[in-house]
């Protein structure tokens, strides 16, 4: 039995390294044009057949026309890298958020994945913002703190002015809305990087302080806790080990409430009280949908109650979004009035959920779960789905209506936006822009106030160049609408952050609504 196990072990290695190898060979290798031509009609097709919205700001004769034309603009054989950075800018016509296009990059083998766990590219400890026309970076962890401040002049031989405009044109915004792009680029780089550039083990920049450059090299480095792994370890007493285990449970609990973001230590929902002023109430949401929410909302909204607080302030800044279950919870504890989260979802066709579940990226055997149990989201799936006038509707579990929550906040709100705010973060936006008592700062969200196609999501794979597009299945919006259609929740008071701002550790958004509510009270 011990040899038998051994030998399917080795086996089934054997199989992972050869199709590591074969999958690096052919996104490495030169396609044919006619194979790369066939890829293109192959996406669109697929984009055609499950996007209900393909056409909603873009007509159909002009994505043709894209489309035609990059098959018509290869003309020699390329790589699947050259081919994302030939595809991905067609894509962005389509002016939908949530499609993406994934570059290529190596794998690695078992053995391979498990040194690099053991390290660390430098360049990822670096925070940017894209902020008047440059990028600079705003945050460093575990790494020289001189850097915050300073410009990226140069990566290698590239401007990073350059790199910026051209990133920019591989993404897209909802609809026409334009304050996405210099948010998204910024907090993104080193993710549009890597996509550009592939897997690196060292990068130079170029800095640029006042008027003077400077260099920097990253790298790949061991990682601090196995350094301390191999330090020798002091023997703990019983009354240690039960303090750790004690104070273990205490943190498991809090980072099950909070959300705990382990690549910056910090926590995705936030609450507190300002020392600035003890009567206003500030909740910070990095995104919607990181561990365990309600005990959070139930919480913080017992605390407002409690404190008779008559100001909120909710921070929905580069909250890129998430579930929508989480914003349906969170919108109870906003509003006193019967309220429908969302309309009926308008999909491509009556089994969505089957798209989802049998994409080409979904895992082996969650396909065959799936399979097995095809008949009963069949059935699911034709109950759940409508046709209206020659279009499909999926009527989820957010298009009832709700009662507000016993413990809803009904005093004053500021609701703080910016480009960053996408997705389900523009859903709630969208319902509280509808209410008076709220006052929203900064700038256009990203995502669009009419809605957007996202829900769940189907991932293709190209035969020939092995790049994935991800595109949502469902149409997700509210029963409010403005005009003219694609763009953001605009904000009733216009501010846009400098970098000024940052080095003096200013939030210009927040101080101006210290400055309201305080008027307001002298008043």
């Known amino acids: ?302 605390k407002l109650d409690s404190a008779k607080t008559k100001n909120l302030i909710l921070d929905l800044r580069d909250n890129v979004g998430g579930r929508i279950s989480e914003v349906d919870y969170l919108y109870a504890y906003l509003t006193d009035k019967n309220y429908k989260l969302i309309e009926e979802s308008e999909v491509a066709n009556r089994l969505p959920y089957l798209s989802f579940l049998m994409s080409d990226a979904s895992p082996n055997a969650l396909k065959i779960v799936s399979g097995l149990f095809s008949p009963f989201i069949v059935i699911h799936n034709l109950i759940k789905t409508k046709k209206r006038d020659g279009r499909f509707y999926y009527n989820l579990r957010f298009s009832k209506e709700k009662a507000p929550k016993s413990m809803h906040y009904s005093g004053n709100l500021y609701v703080l936006i910016n480009g960053n705010s996408f997705s389900a973060s523009s859903l709630i936006s969208t319902h509280l822009k509808t209410n008076k008592r709220v006052v929203f700062v900064g700038e256009e969200t990203g995502g669009a106030y009419n809605g957007c196609v996202a829900g769940i999501y189907k991932i293709y794979e190209m035969p020939t160049s092995k790049l994935k597009i991800r595109m949502g299945l469902m149409q997700v919006e509210t029963s409010y609408k403005q005009n003219p259609d694609g763009y953001g929740v605009k904000p009733d008071v216009k501010i846009l952050p400098t970098i000024k701002d940052r080095n003096l550790k200013k939030d210009p958004e927040l101080e101006w609504v210290l400055a309201n509510i305080k008027k307001k009270k002298n008043s």
């Open 1 to 302: 039995m011990k040899t038998l196990f051994c030998s399917i072990l080795i086996l089934i290695l054997l199989v992972s390294c050869n199709s590591v190898k074969k999958y690096n060979e052919q996104t490495s290798s030169l396609h044919a044009v006619e194979d790369l031509r066939s890829d293109v009609d192959k996406v669109y097709n697929q984009l055609k057949r499950h996007h209900p919205k393909l056409y909603q700001y873009t007509s159909k004769e002009d994505l043709d026309f894209k489309f035609d034309s990059l098959k018509t603009s290869i003309k020699s054989p390329i790589n699947s890298r050259e081919f994302y950075k030939k595809l991905s800018p067609v894509v962005r016509f389509v002016r939908q958020g949530h499609i993406s296009v994934g570059s290529v990059n190596k794998r690695f083998t078992r053995k391979e994945r498990k040194l690099l766990k053991k390290k660390k590219f430098q360049f990822y400890d670096l925070d940017f913002e894209y902020l008047n026309q440059k990028l600079w970076v705003t945050n460093v962890r575990e790494e020289d703190s001189t850097l915050v401040g300073c410009e990226v002049f140069k990566i290698e031989d590239d401007l990073a002015t350059d790199l910026v405009k051209l990133y920019k044109k591989r993404f897209a915004s909802d609809g026409y809305n334009q304050t996405l792009y210099n948010r998204y680029v910024g907090k993104g780089f080193p993710y549009f990087y890597y996509k550009d550039k592939g897997f690196l083990d060292s990068l130079t920049l170029t800095f640029k302080l006042k008027d003077s450059l400077f260099n920097r090299t990253f790298k790949r480095i061991p990682k601090d806790k196995e350094q301390v792994k191999l330090a020798k370890k002091r023997k703990l007493t019983k009354t240690e080990k039960k303090n750790n285990r004690i104070a273990a449970k205490e943190k498991n609990k809090n980072d099950r409430k909070y959300g705990f973001i382990k690549k910056d230590k910090s926590y995705t929902r936030n609450f507190k009280f300002l020392e600035v002023d003890p009567t206003v109430g500030y909740m910070k949401i990095k995104a919607f949908g990181n561990r365990n929410y309600k005990k959070f909302y139930k919480e913080s909204f017992a």
